[in-house]
């Protein structure tokens, strides 16, 4: 007599997805100065480029827009970088060697180390504020003649500028939509 033996298949499937994780754009933004002060002709201020030489650029505060200069913030190094105007592509920095503040100047790194500059290391808190290191400590923000400085925290500056007034700020960030 013959038997039959019902045999059972089992087919697994099994898919595969290929994934790719794209960074999202790093975001660009214009650096907006906030004076102490409520006064109207200090509103809507905005960074652009001053040339200190043929190779760095002081950070001046203008109102008009179309002179503003773009920034960026690296996500992996925190580093502040210029996207438009005549320094574009270069990091801002500051030097370590002059004492309890330094100006803010966009060049390029190779400019900067020659310089003894390190570069500005910065976040944005909550508030779109831009926090910057001074060496281990978080930086204040000073105008010195219109050009941006860091100070180390609790520092007076007045009488260390001599190039015009001293004024302290915030510096906020303003993205660009």
């Given amino acids: 007599m013959a038997t039959s033996t019902d045999a059972t298949v089992i087919t697994t ?15 660009t933004f214009y650096l907006k100065a906030s004076y102490p002060t409520s006064d109207a002709a200090n509103a809507n201020i905005f960074g652009y480029n001053n040339a200190l030489n ?48 330094s100006f803010v100047l966009v060049a390029t790194e190779s400019y900067a180390a020659g310089q003894g500059g390190e570069p500005l290391d910065c976040s944005i808190d909550a508030s779109n504020n831009l926090v910057c290191e001074f060496g281990s400590q978080t930086a204040a923000f000073w105008l010195c003649g219109g050009h941006l400085n860091v100070v180390q925290p609790g520092y007076d500056f007045t009488n260390t500028c ?11 960030v303003a993205p660009i939509t």
């Fill in 13 to 27: 499937v099994t898919d595969v997805a290929t994934y790719s994780v794209v960074p999202a754009p790093t975001p």
């Fill in 54 to 101: 043929g190779q760095a650029f002081f950070i001046n505060f203008t109102p008009n827009l179309a002179n503003a200069v773009q920034f960026t913030l690296d996500p992996d190094t925190n580093y502040v970088t210029a996207v438009n105007g005549p320094a574009a592509r270069d990091m801002a920095f500051y030097s370590t060697g002059v004492g309890p503040s």
């Fill in 162 to 172: 001599n190039s015009g007034t001293a004024e302290q700020i915030g510096v906020s």
